[in-house]
Structures are given as structure tokens and as C-alpha cells.
């Protein structure tokens, strides 16, 4: 429909979570008609998080070294692992400066909808770390939805076995939704008020 470079550029930007054919229509005619310099940028943005970025060997965190500068921090309390799905869910605990130790990024929750069982999760890895590592608290920070909750009981069943407390953050979140749905005090509060699954 489109000159192929137009259209290549559309079919890769509707690929993308959220952004249907015609946003996508959108950002592509948006590309082309703003300053040169200004659409390089976003396309050397997008190789250098590929060729820069990974993940952490240990908590799985976006990192550009081989741990990442939480596992490495070692202000860090040892004994606190808060478990979350995705590593964007670190930057939203962070911010609420309530929490000092470690975490550990699942990879999502557990959903048998979707075909998702703690196999496609980094479950194996959390064990191991709970084995290894010197931690005494796992805090079950998964999103409040169905899954979440799946996920969190899930964690409490396996990981109590090993000698460790499995805690869940306190209700009072914004239920369905991910946990970057909670502003920072409320996210706080539920940190600070977490209960013993
Ligand atoms: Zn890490």
C-alpha cells in the first residue's frame, strides 16, 4: 500500500504491544517528517538497548554488566527477596525508597489460560537462590490479579519447605491491575503491611 520502506517500518511498529495498524500509520508519517537527527536517535536508541543491555545473571533485573547494580550493592540487605513478574516492576518498588533488599524477576505469573505454568517461569533459579543465597524473607510481590495471587501461593507452597517466611504485599492496591497502577505511598504502605501467606 505504502512505499516498501514505509510500509516495513508500519508493520514492525504494529507489532508492538498496544499500537494497532493505524497508530502505527501514525508514527511511521510522524518519522518522516520530523528532523533526520531526530529519527536516527530513536533508531540508535532501539540497537544500543539490544546490543547494551541484558539481563542480570541473578535477579534477571535490565542490566548493561554481567549482575546488575542491586545484586552487586552491598548495602543491600541479604536476607529480603521481593519477588516481581516483569523488571519494570523494580523501578516502581524503588521508587517508594521502602524496601532494601534484593529481587528476583519471574518472567511473568503463573496462568493456566495462557498456557503459562511455573516451567516457563525463572522458578528453578528462585529456588536456587533461596537455597544458596542467605535469605530468610521472600516477599511475593506479584501483581494484585487473579494470576498474581495464583503465583504468590505458588511461591508460599515451594519456598516455605526450604525454611523461609513467604510474605504478600498488604491489600489496599488497586485490584486487577498491574503494580505500576499503584502510586508510590500506596504501593508503600503495602510493602510496609505485608502478611504472611
Ligand atoms: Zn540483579
Known sequence: MFEPPVQRL?????RLPGIGRKSAQRLAFHLLHV????????????VELRRQVRLCSR????TGEEECSICRD???DPGLLCVVERAQDIAVLE????????????GGAISPIEGIGPE?????????????????????ATNPTVEGDTTALYLARILKPLGVTV???ASGLPVGGDLDYADEITLGRALAGRKEL
Open 120 to 140: 516457563q517461569l525463572r522458578m528453578k533459579e528462585l529456588v536456587h537462590r533461596v537455597e544458596t543465597e542467605s535469605i530468610s524473607e521472600v516477599i511475593a
Open 10 to 14: 508500519i508493520d514492525e511498529l504494529a
Open 74 to 76: 552491598p548495602r543491600r
Open 59 to 62: 535477579c534477571f533485573n535490565i
Open 167 to 169: 510474605t504478600r504485599l
Open 35 to 46: 528532523e533526520e537527527a531526530d529519527a536516527l536517535r530513536l533508531g540508535t536508541a532501539i
Open 95 to 106: 521508587r517508594t525508597r521502602e524496601f532494601s533488599g534484593r529481587y528476583h524477576v519471574l
